[in-house]
């Protein structure tokens, strides 16, 4: 049982250059989420997906789109990647899509990224 | 919008002593989750402690304890007996009860334990 899994574990891109970050969950929980992580601040929500092929933008979204290929597997892409999306990125799930209960969630390991 | 403050970019602590990170958040609503999560050198978000709004009790987990105080707006976390291994970034964060569980962080707290 692997939990969160997420690759690659890091990656160094040219500005422009584009690449996605694959998350996947072998909890079978609904939702998933994509967090940015940069130095001197905590996790913001870049994108969410409460189930199966709903996703919606969160907190700092630009310059990102996500898939939610099936219920396992949560992608996250930059199309032409720039020096400010340097930052470490978690995945994240919860088991259900929210309602009253405020689940914890359950982070991969993260994916540094470094955009020269 | 709701925030999320953590005062103290940094502390220390002796093996074995007790310490507090403090933790403010600010929002309207009445109905909400709070969390205390431990980042360790491997960067892996581990969930410390959870505590629900509506609860006057506060939430223990073995060494870990908070003090909720809703009015003020306040979620500390208490660690007892200090260990070697609880040197890590602690982060506070919050969800809205219903919100889709979009967790809003703080900045963090860099704890070292010392020997």
């Known amino acids: 049982n692997a939990g969160v899994t997420q690759t690659p574990k890091f990656q160094v891109l040219k500005t422009g250059q584009s690449m996605t970050l694959q998350c996947a969950q072998d909890?079978?929980?609904?939702?998933m989420y994509w967090y940015r992580q940069d130095p001197g601040m905590g996790l913001r929500l870049i994108y969410y997906?409460?189930?199966?092929?709903?996703?919606d933008k969160g907190e700092v979204p630009n310059g990102y789109n996500v898939s939610r290929l099936n219920k396992r597997e949560f992608s996250l892409r930059l199309e032409s990647a720039a020096p400010s999306q340097t930052s470490v990125y978690f995945c994240?799930?919860?088991?259900?899509?929210?309602?009253?209960?405020?689940?914890?969630?359950?982070f991969g390991p993260g994916t540094r990224l470094l955009v020269l | 919008a709701q925030t999320v403050t953590q005062s103290q970019p940094e502390m220390s602590v002796q093996e074995a002593e007790t310490v507090t990170l403090s933790c403010t958040y600010d929002?309207?609503?009445?109905?909400?989750?709070l969390f205390w999560y431990k980042q360790p050198p491997s960067r892996q978000m581990i969930l410390v402690i959870r505590?629900?709004?509506?609860?006057?009790q506060n939430a223990t987990e073995n060494r870990f304890s908070v003090n909720f105080q809703k009015a003020a707006k306040s979620f500390s976390l208490k660690i007892s007996d200090s260990q070697l291994g609880d040197t890590a970034m602690y982060f506070c964060?919050?969800?809205?009860?219903?919100?889709?569980?979009?967790?809003?962080f703080g900045a963090g707290t860099r704890l070292a334990v010392h020997p």
């Open positions: 994240a799930t919860t088991r259900t899509s929210g309602g009253p209960m405020g689940e914890t969630q359950y």
């Open positions: 909890m079978n929980h609904n939702s």
């Open positions: 997906s409460a189930s199966e092929g709903t996703t």
């Open positions: 929002t309207s609503e009445n109905n909400y989750y």
């Open positions: 505590q629900e709004a509506y609860k006057q």
């Open positions: 964060a919050f969800v809205l009860s219903g919100g889709y569980n979009k967790l809003i």
